[in-house]
């Protein structure tokens, strides 16, 4: 059977009508936002997806509102036509193909244009930030965004939840995907549809690794392959930790200690290791309920990001 074509849509509004004939044909809409550069991480939340919902969207949208002007949106890899090959080759493929140029725009000048393509930190900030008819309203999480990611990107989650707002409330799907991989951002995906009354089912989907146990990223290529080599010992050491929980090391300092080590001494530069609640995020002192690892840690001039559930 020929591969399924998807419809490409750019325009928020000719998105938002696409959605409103589904929603009228009685069909129901799955999304699975992403920032592209997809691999089979991406391409997991798709096949999930497909599991409930009639007909599905991928969005792909480098979000400018959740970098900070030192960060990688530069340099971040894109290859549009190459994702929409992946799409198709799905099971099912996909419907739409959400690629909006216009998000930020609001009628004035179209600087935003640009900022989806050309991908210049100070172009994109200073068109959201564009004096009088800029942005200004932005969608906080206020506890979960506070810890892990956030401590160190402190405008990072407020930039995610703004935009996925957007999404939800241009595309309105029934269903959305997200990674564990980016545990806090899907904790956090969650709370905010439940307090803001969003009529939508958000599922988290199990983490994609590559078959040395790295968690995929589309941050992978940036690694050289001496670094790439080193980062295993994030995934190694939240092993060994789990394993040493199931073993009955439940005092967390110690377990932190281990993957902490770990990574250190493979050269790797941490920015937190951290055992959190799985529903609060925060911080434990010994494994009485459901938690969950997570992992930031540099290297090279790449941040990588971890996580493994624990559930004794
Ligand atoms: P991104 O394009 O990095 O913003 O990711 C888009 C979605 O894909 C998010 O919900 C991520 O959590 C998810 N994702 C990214 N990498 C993986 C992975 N290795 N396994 C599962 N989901 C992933």
Redesign the pocket.
Known sequence: MAAKQPLIISDKNQMRKWSSTMKSQGKTIGL???????????I??VREVHRHADVVAVSIYVNPGQFSPSEDLSTYPSDFDGDVRKLMAVPGGVDVVFHPHNLYNYGGTDTNKKSASVINNVAVLSCIEQKGIGHETWVRVENLEKGLCGKSRPIFFRGVATVVTKLFNIVEPDVA??????YQ??RIIQRMVRDLDFSIEVIG?????DSDGL?????NVRLSPEEREKALSINKSLLGAKSAAANGQMDCNKLRNLVIQAITEAGGRIDYAEIVDQQSLEAVESIEAPVVFCVAAWFGKVRLIDNMEIDL
């Open positions: 699975v936002p992403t920032m592209g550069f997809l691999h089979e991480g991406h997991s939340l995907v997200f990674g564990k991989k980016d951002q899907w989907s199990a983490i994609i690794r968690a995929m990223s589309s941050r």
